[in-house]
C-alpha cells in the first residue's frame, strides 16, 4: 500500500486495486460505519448491492459533467432510468427538476464552472490518498461538490459531533471538503474555496451555495489523524477489522457466540 508504483486514472479509480493503494474519503467514511465491512469491499469480498440513490446522485453528476457523458450515462442505465413504456421513473423525473433547478440560477451555474471529475493524490498523515473533484476552477481559486439532500434545514443527531447538525455535517461533507483542500494544496501549492451546491429533494426543489468557515477544519483534521491509525492498521492486516455488527456484511458474516442483556440491543 506504500509503494507508489500503482497508475491512478479515470478508469481505474473506482477499481480494487486504487482502494488497496490509496485511502479516499468514500473509504475513510466507510470505514467508520464499519471497518469490516471497508477492507471486505476494497479486497473484493463483498460487493454493496446497487442502490437506487448512489445510481440517482450518478445521474445529477452526469448531468452536469457534459452533454455527452449524460448522454452516454442515461444510454448505459436505460434499464435502470427507463420503464417498459419508455417513461423514466420517479426518482429519475424528480431528479430533473433537480437539474432543471440549478441550470435556471445563474449563481449556481457560476458555483459549477471550471474542470470536472479532477483526480489528484496526495499525502495525510503518512497515508497516501487520492481525490476526485466534482469541479474545481483554478482561476478563481475555488472547487464545488454538488449535493443532493432532503430539505437544507433538516437536523440530525450526529455523535461524531454529539450535537445536532446540518445534511452537510451528517454526511461528513465538512470533511470531505478539508481533504479535499488540503491535497489540493499539495498540488498547486494554493488553499482553494470550496463550494456545496445543494439542491433539495422537495417539491419544487429549493436551492444553496455553501460555503465553509474554515475553523471548522481544524476538528476534520484532529478527526482524521485520531482515526486513520486503526484502519490502516486493519488494511495492512496487522489487526482484526473492527466489525459494527449491523450492516449488511456483518448480518451475512455473523456467527453468535453467545447472549447479550437486553440492555444493548438500544446501543
Ligand atoms: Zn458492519
Not at 5 to 31: D, G, P, R
Amino acid at each position: 500500500m506504500q509503494q507508489t508504483t500503482f497508475q491512478l486514472n479515470s478508469e481505474n479509480y473506482h477499481s480494487n486495486e486504487a482502494n488497496q493503494h490509496y485511502m479516499s474519503v468514500s473509504q475513510f467514511k466507510s470505514a467508520m460505519e464499519c471497518e469490516a465491512k471497508t477492507l471486505a469491499e476494497v479486497k473484493g469480498e463483498f460487493t454493496r448491492p446497487p442502490s437506487t440513490a448512489l445510481m440517482v446522485g450518478s445521474y445529477l453528476h452526469a448531468a452536469f459533467e457534459s452533454d455527452e457523458v449524460f448522454a452516454d450515462f442515461k444510454e448505459q442505465n436505460h434499464q435502470s432510468i427507463y420503464n417498459n413504456r419508455g417513461n423514466k421513473y420517479k426518482d429519475y423525473e424528480k431528479a430533473d427538476d433537480m437539474i432543471e433547478t440549478i441550470k435556471n440560477d445563474e449563481f449556481c451555474m457560476f458555483a459549477l464552472q471550471g474542470e470536472k471529475e479532477v483526480i489528484y493524490t496526495g499525502e495525510l498523515f503518512g497515508v497516501e490518498w487520492k481525490i476526485k473533484i466534482d469541479n474545481i476552477n483554478h482561476d478563481r481559486g475555488f472547487f464545488s461538490d454538488l449535493k443532493s439532500t432532503q430539505e437544507l434545514r433538516k437536523r440530525y443527531w450526529s455523535e461524531k459531533y454529539n450535537t445536532w447538525v446540518s445534511f452537510v455535517q451528517a454526511f461528513d461533507y465538512v470533511l470531505q471538503m478539508w481533504v479535499y483542500r488540503e491535497i489540493i494544496f499539495q498540488n498547486t501549492g494554493r488553499y482553494y474555496d470550496p463550494y456545496i451546491v445543494a439542491v433539495t429533494k422537495e417539491t419544487p426543489p429549493d436551492k444553496a451555495v455553501l460555503h465553509f468557515d474554515t475553523t471548522r477544519f481544524d476538528f476534520e483534521k484532529e478527526y482524521v489523524q485520531t482515526m486513520l491509525p486503526s484502519i490502516i492498521e486493519a488494511k495492512l492486516g496487522y489487526k482484526t477489522p473492527h466489525r459494527c455488527d449491523k450492516c449488511e456484511y456483518c448480518r451475512a458474516t455473523k456467527k453468535l457466540e453467545g447472549t447479550f442483556e437486553i440492555e444493548y440491543l438500544l446501543d
